[in-house]
């Protein structure tokens, strides 16, 4: 019914989205498009509801060449999009919102009754519950999802693209959800079920394609495929690069993490009695899917967040509730996972970003004073050593593109010389090039004899790059492998996804 | 991968240079044409305004244009007036600085009118120091009293705008409070504290040129070093370093080892500092007493200062001496051409409004550069120009 042949998506900061992703689905399907964040599912989606504009490849409907240049055009082709953040009207009805931009109208007003009755018809052709004269403000979530599908359904869809649908929802409206769309493939319409959830992909979806990395992985029949498989392509079978690491020269132990708690602002126990060291001259990864508590752990260790419980000591020195300043001083250097939004200042120069750790010290200031020309001088050592492609250092961060951005980022924490280099999350968003450096980049530093601590929800990069292996679940190390070579994706990926754990002991023992 | 890219980076850096470097002349140039354009419009529709009320609107007009250049008397209220503005814009660029909306200049300067008139009066002193000692009083308190927003602020996540507002209102009406039941002097039926001594009142310009200059005095001689002090504090210290680093991303500036919540603190507090000058301007230059209503929403004033200036302590004084001149051209215009303190008072909005809208774009175009989806985030990042932002253009 609808085919999308060699997709590319190029932003124009040279991010590619999609890589000639094809992808066709059947009339009557539910076709379930699963990958992790950032794999490009979402992309894909606004391209097809003429969101975004592909840079290249073609869409065919019903075998004919299509342009989708606005979502008004989708409409009219019978394709719609229910987003994650609805966008209804609060303040006015279900039936008003249902109708909005294509209303019955009276004279010059709104028929209202119009409205009703066109939407409570639909909702009942489609076993969609809703109260069409109620406030969408005081509706709970689960109802106005369906305001969102009946309003699609209203103009005409015949094809329905839901975004991550399971998202805000309790698993009790989960399954009314399912049930609905059942009932809609029954009376002929087409459902796209974009997830990451492979529980829900396996229960509802007749097919599945899956996507990695800008690139769509495959297409298979949901009968013939298991959860696990569908995880092993999501994540990953491709080998990554194998890079040649000199063998592992282990030092002491930098870092020593013992029973670190952490509760959140919302109150909720984020970290769970978290412990391992960090040895110098190792790369030490921490696998685990996103929001196992990788984050506020790597907060935690660089003194940005306090834990509330457990001790952190670098060497000799207990670095528990250090202010940020203190820890990087003692030695820690830290590249973060949000970099637009924590390790760089968009406004400001590259020679400022270049200096936020070191701008106190001499020869960048003496005596509260700072000087420009050492940090002019800074600037354009780095940008030297470190290939940042920027033509002037006095130029802002934000004009950089997001692998030199990164490059800004590697420049000024590897500069530092720290005995502990944390990298969280450091080649997401990032083009193969500034990748590849950036590995480079931790091999050295690991080989020059820094611990490096890897936290990545890549795991074809921690597997390729960690020299020790932990796997982080739920607030806890629920595993550490002494010798991350010989592991398989799958092995590790049960204990990612909390199926299996090493017992205490065996933990203990490779601390 | 790596190597290639750096042979290349060389080889073009030098003609990357230039273009960035002229690009940026035009980019300043650009600014500076924005900047008079918007002038000339809301001096525009200033004019529409007053042909739509004015009697004589050509009369009236000229004298708002002209009016403080006509007679050396208008000269000095002129001075008189940019001092107090230019000091109290200082002080509010600081904060701005860091992005905090710190409206606390207002009664920062009560404060410092306050404390050193009280300190010229009760305390004896001799020549020079008879300025320098209220002066110095008078800017420990306006530092403290800021110290109490900072703090809320930067400890307690109270929001700025509210707790700065409130210690003015507390402030204005202490100060009232003060000068009626302490200050005046017995049998005085006007509510003023007494005279100043003579060592503690500025030299008037007046006396120095021997000419009508009004109450214009010597403080301005602490405007300069109060504007050279600030550029170099925001531009060439830690501090000014850390401050310009929240201003740009408080989360990197926290990464980064910035211990954020003290430096937010002080940047009230030393704004504080600067504000007091101006009330030490009022009480010992200008009025040498204390009067009611002595900062006349000064505090207030300063602030559109400060964002003409776009917080820059350099273009401060400039933006002071034509936000002053409006003032007074809009006075002379009222008392010469039978134009309302109202008409005036819409075409400073005007001006303001039309430059304030010039922020919003700056301010939406930055925003979009950090915000928004991964998808829009990734696409906005490169149509950041490549020419230089306002804080990352060193040197000025």
């Known amino acids: 019914m609808i085919e999308m042949r060699d997709i590319t998506k190029v932003y124009p900061n040279g991010v590619r989205a999609n890589r000639e992703v094809s992808f066709e689905i059947k009339a009557g399907e539910i076709h379930a498009l699963v990958g992790e964040n950032g794999a490009g599912k979402s992309t894909l989606m606004k391209i097809l509801y003429g969101v975004e504009r592909p840079s290249a490849g073609q869409i065919y409907l019903k075998g004919k060449p299509v342009r989708i240049n606005t979502e008004h055009e989708a409409i009219a082709l019978g394709i719609g999009m229910v987003f994650q953040s609805f966008m209804l009207v609060p303040s006015f009805t279900i039936a008003q919102n249902v109708v909005l931009g294509n209303e019955p109208v009276h004279g010059a007003l709104l028929d209202n009754r119009a409205a009703i009755n066109a939407t409570s018809e639909l909702a009942k052709q489609y076993g969609l519950v809703v109260d069409p004269s109620a406030i969408v403000d005081s509706v709970p979530v689960g109802m106005r999802q369906r305001v969102e599908i009946l309003k699609a359904l209203y103009r005409g869809a015949d094809v329905l693209i839901l975004d991550e649908p399971t998202a805000v929802l309790t698993p009790q409206e989960t399954r009314e959800l399912f049930a609905a769309i059942r009932q809609l493939v029954k009376t002929g319409k087409t459902v796209i079920f974009i997830s990451h959830k492979l529980r829900e992909v396996m229960e509802i979806s007749n097919r599945v394609s899956v996507m990695r990395d800008g690139q769509m992985v495959g297409t298979v029949d949901t009968k013939d495929a298991t959860e696990t498989s569908l995880a092993r392509m999501m994540v990953g079978r491709e080998v990554f690069q194998q890079y040649d690491k000199p063998p592992v020269n282990r030092g002491a132990a930098v870092l020593q993490a013992r029973d670190l708690e952490y509760v959140n602002e919302a109150g909720r126990q984020v970290l769970r009695g978290v412990s391992f060291n960090a040895y110098a001259g190792e790369i030490l990864g921490i696998a685990g899917v996103e929001g196992n508590g990788q984050t506020e752990l790597v907060e935690v260790l660089t003194g940005l967040r306090v834990a509330v419980g457990g001790t952190i000591k670098l060497g000799d020195s207990d670095i528990t509730s250090r202010s940020a300043r203190e820890v990087r001083q003692a030695g820690v250097a830290h590249i973060p996972e949000d970099r637009l939004n924590n390790g760089v200042a968009l406004t400001a120069s590259i020679e400022e970003n270049l200096i936020v750790d070191r701008y106190s010290k001499p020869p960048f200031s003496r005596a509260g004073f700072t000087s420009l020309a050492a940090m002019v001088k800074n600037g354009e050592t780095m940008i030297e050593q470190y290939a940042i492609r920027a033509p002037d250092g006095a130029l802002p961060v934000g004009s950089l593109s997001g692998g030199n951005m990164q490059k800004v980022v590697v420049a000024r924490e590897l500069s530092a010389n720290p005995q502990l280099l944390i990298a969280a999350q450091p080649t997401r968003g990032v083009d193969i090039g500034a990748t590849e450096f950036m590995h480079q980049q931790l091999i050295q530093q690991r080989t020059n004899g820094v611990a490096v601590l890897l936290i990545s929800a890549d795991l074809a990069e921690v597997m390729a790059l960690s020299d020790r292996l932990a796997v982080m679940h739920n607030g806890q190390i629920v595993a550490i492998f002494p010798d991350a070579r010989g592991l398989s994706e799958e092995e590790v990926g049960l204990y990612m996804l909390g199926v299996q754990l090493q017992t205490q002991a065996e933990i203990e023992k490779n601390w | ?396």
């Open chain 2, 1 to 396: 991968m790596v190597d290639t890219s750096a042979i290349t980076l060389s080889e073009n850096r030098a003609v990357e240079r230039a273009r960035i470097r002229k690009e940026r002349v035009r980019s300043s140039l650009i600014d500076l044409i924005v900047t008079l354009g918007t002038i000339m419009i809301a001096l525009l529709i200033g004019f529409i305004v007053t042909l739509a009320v004015g009697k004589e609107p050509i009369k009236a007009y000229t004298a708002l244009l002209t009016g403080p250049l006509s007679q050396v008397n208008r000269l000095g209220n002129w001075i008189q007036d940019a001092t107090t503005l230019i000091l109290i814009g200082l002080s509010v660029s600081i904060a701005f600085q860091a992005r905090q909306f710190n409206l606390g200049a207002e009664g920062s300067l009560l404060v410092g009118a306050l404390t050193a008139a009280v300190v010229a009066l009760y305390v004896p002193l001799p020549p020079v120091l008879g300025i320098v000692v209220p002066l110095l009083a008078a800017m420990t308190a306006g530092f403290l009293v800021a110290l109490i927003p900072g703090w809320m602020k930067a400890y307690l996540n109270a929001n700025e705008v509210v707790s700065t507002l409130m210690i003015n209102a507390i402030i204005a009406n202490l100060y009232q409070y003060l000068l009626i039941n302490f200050l005046t002097p017995e049998g005085d039926n006007v509510r003023r504290s007494a005279l100043l001594p003579a060592t503690s009142a500025f030299p008037l310009l007046a006396d120095i040129f021997n000419a009508n200059l009004g109450r214009a005095n010597l403080a301005i001689v602490l405007v300069l070093i109060a504007v050279i002090a600030v550029w170099v504090l925001m531009r060439r210290t830690s501090f000014g370093y850390e401050v310009r680093m929240i201003g740009a991303n408080e989360k990197f500036a926290r990464y980064g080892g910035i211990n954020t919540r003290r430096v937010i603190m002080l940047s009230f507090a030393i704004g504080g500092a600067v504000a007091a000058i101006g009330g030490v301007h009022l009480a010992l230059g200008v009025h040498n007493r204390l009067i009611l209503g002595i900062s006349a929403g000064l505090g207030f004033e300063g602030i559109v200062v400060a964002m003409l200036a776009r917080n820059n302590p350099l273009l401060v004084p400039i933006t002071g001496l034509f936000y002053s001149y409006l003032r007074i051209g809009g006075d002379i215009m009222e008392r010469t051409a039978s134009v309302g303190a109202e008409i005036v008072q819409v075409i400073q909005a005007v001006i303001i409004l039309l430059i304030t809208a010039q922020f919003v774009i700056e301010f939406v175009r930055a925003r979009r550069n950090t915000s928004g989806t991964s998808s829009s985030r990734t696409a906005a990042v490169s149509d950041a120009t490549a020419v230089p932002s306002e804080q990352s253009r060193r040197n000025i």
